[in-house]
C-alpha cells in the first residue's frame, strides 16, 4: 500500500515512507539521491507544491510537506534511495491530499 498523508494546506506535516516493502533482507537506506513530486491535476489549474528537508533512518525515509498547494488536490511524492548491503536504487512513493 501507497503511503497516503492528508494535510491541511495551510500546515506543515512529515511524510514517513518505510522501504522495508521494496528492499531486500538486511539492507538499510544509505543515501537520499532524488525527492520529487508530481501534481496528479485532479483540479484543473490547482496549484504546485514545493517539499522540505528530508532525512532517513534504518528502512524508513522522511520529507517535511510545508503549507501550500490546493485544496482537494493529490500530489504524489517520490523518494529514490540507495540501499546497502546491496547497493540497489529504489524508488518510493506517497500520495499527499490536501483539505482546506
Known sequence: MVPLLTKPVASKRLLDMDFKRWCRDGDT????????????QTIE????????????????????I??????GERYRVTVTCRMTPSGEELPG????????
Open 29 to 40: 537506506i544509505e543515501s537520499v539521491l532524488n525527492v520529487a513530486v508530481e501534481n496528479l
Open 45 to 64: 489549474g490547482s496549484s504546485d507544491i514545493t517539499l522540505g528537508s528530508h532525512s532517513f533512518s534504518g528502512i524508513r525515509a522522511q520529507v517535511w
Open 66 to 71: 510545508p503549507a501550500g498547494g490546493t485544496a
Open 93 to 100: 512513493d506517497g500520495i499527499v491530499v490536501l483539505r482546506g
